[in-house]
């Protein structure tokens, strides 16, 4: 199967500056991560079937280095969308790294090219539990829907959708807490998600979603933005243009 074009349902992030410094990742242990990477300049990175198999092999070797749970994750045709956690500081850093120059090996080598296949470094933003985790999980895997891909995200078949819908086991997942919490049994988990995928996402949840990604913030509410700022001693919300409102202080949703 080939990955026919789409639209890319994230916002245009731009690279930093190449005279800018670079801020080290916002990186708490135990708090999940959204992550999303992108081809340069938009191009493909997945060219068949094998393209993803090899990322995903590559991402269960570079988790399982590093010690990382992967939550929910999408394989779009030019980006891919991750949602991970770690229980020690600069793990997920480490395991991107690896992950990345793995797969531009083994993509220039299998399809004889030479070419920078990322557009620059990954984006991150740390996810607050309850609502905010599991409204980063829907977002995820309605992707290949919101890029009118397929009609259901369990038609999509490079996703986790099929792990947490219950459909088939895949040993590159491990269920968060808060997606466990929605029910007793694998069953009951899988019938309650289903219906909060049925919801959608709300335009204010993609707006979120995307600002937060693009500043690389922390995605929740204003006592887990508080904990986050002190934990790292740096800003951790979203700035906007214009003057500041008591708003911007909060994840939006």
Known sequence: MRFAAQHVDTEAIPSPANDMPRQARLEIPGIPLHLTQRGV??????????????????????????????????????????????????K????????????????????????????GRFKSCLVDSD??????????????V???????PEHHHWSSVHANL???????????????????TRQLRAEAY???????????ELIAIRRYLQQERAFGSKRFQAMAEKTLGRPVSVRRPGRPSRDDEGGGI
């Open 41 to 90: 300049n938009r191009c493909a990175i997945f060219l068949d079937d094998d393209d993803c198999r090899h990322y995903l092999r590559l991402l269960r070797e570079s988790a399982g280095s590093h010690g990382l749970e992967v939550h929910a994750y999408v394989l779009m045709g030019n980006h891919v969308h991750l949602l991970v956690s770690s229980g020690e500081p600069g």
């Open 92 to 119: 997920v850093s480490l395991a991107m790294r690896q992950l990345g120059q793995a797969c531009v090996t083994g993509f220039n080598r299998r399809h004889r090219r030479t070419v920078t296949l990322w557009e």
């Open 131 to 144: 609502r905010y985790l599991l409204t980063a999980y829907r977002y995820i895997e309605l992707n290949p």
């Open 146 to 152: 919101r890029a009118a891909m397929v009609e259901k």
């Open 166 to 184: 219950a459909l088939c086991d895949d040993p590159l997942v491990t269920p968060h807490a808060c997606f466990m919490a929605m029910g007793d």
């Open 194 to 204: 289903r219906t909060w995928l049925e919801q959608g996402v709300s335009d204010d």
